[in-house]
């Protein structure tokens, strides 16, 4: 029917399809997380020595911490364009529910941050020699927990957008909450390594991702309207 308003999945996907846009025409905000998180897995090595046995015990942890800080890094943007521009108003004020809305930044933001750490996190990891069964492990424990820390960064993000200098109170108020994603993720990478079984990680981070995907954009849409009152 004419003028009927669209459902809610073509508000997800068209939000996202506007931020992917926005990013491609900004290149920079898409590759800094992601050299910084190159940088900092391939210079420890450099840092720690050739070692196997070192590289074996650390590598799993620093490309986690690796990944949590690269995630932080790019969060502080999530919501400051639009609360520049004024677009963020107009998500306020839409006919479409605004945690569906929220839902799909930060899916774009997912795209554009964690998705580039998971593809790139094979070509890091040979600087820390893991073996192949241990790269897939590496991925999907990333895939798993970048999709619960872009959903987390989406509430802190929205609690500091339009203050000055939120860059620090966002990462104070997401890193209590992405501990359990960095120590199961590293953990479980650590495990396959030692040939233990890694299943009970695996379902936490999934477990993890699941309760946060059913809260976050409730959570970022009350947070959204906090910050603009």
């Given at each position: ?163 000055h200098r939120g860059t620090a109170l966002l990462s104070l108020l997401v890193l209590p909450f992405a501990m359990p994603v960095l120590i199961f993720g590293a953990r479980t990478v650590s495990l396959v390594a030692t040939g233990d079984s890694v299943a009970g990680g695996l379902y936490f981070l999934a477990a993890y991702a699941v309760l946060i995907v059913s809260i976050a954009p409730f959570a970022t849409a ?8």
């Amino acid at each position: 029917m004419d003028g009927e308003t669209p459902g809610l999945f073509t508000a997800v996907v068209a939000v996202a399809r506007r931020d992917l846009l926005l990013a491609w025409k900004r290149p920079g905000d898409v590759l800094n997380p992601l050299f910084f998180f190159a940088m900092v897995a391939t210079l420890f090595p450099l840092a720690v020595g050739p070692s196997n046995e070192q590289l074996e015990f650390s590598g799993p942890g620093v490309l986690w911490a690796a990944a949590l800080l690269a995630m932080l890094l790019s969060l502080n943007s999530l919501f400051v364009s639009d609360f520049e521009d004024g677009s963020l108003d107009q998500m306020l004020v839409s006919p479409q529910p605004l945690p569906a809305l929220a839902l799909g930044k930060t899916l774009a933001h997912w795209m554009t941050s964690g998705l580039p750490l998971v593809l790139v996190s094979p070509v890091v990891a040979l600087t820390f020699r893991m073996p192949v069964a241990v790269v897939g492990v590496l991925m999907l424990t990333l895939l798993l927990g970048t999709i619960s820390l872009s959903l987390l960064g989406a509430i802190g993000a929205a609690l500091t957008v339009g203050l000055h200098r939120g860059t620090a109170l966002l990462s104070l108020l997401v890193l209590p909450f992405a501990m359990p994603v960095l120590i199961f993720g590293a953990r479980t990478v650590s495990l396959v390594a030692t040939g233990d079984s890694v299943a009970g990680g695996l379902y936490f981070l999934a477990a993890y991702a699941v309760l946060i995907v059913s809260i976050a954009p409730f959570a970022t849409a009350a947070a959204l309207r906090i910050s603009n009152e």
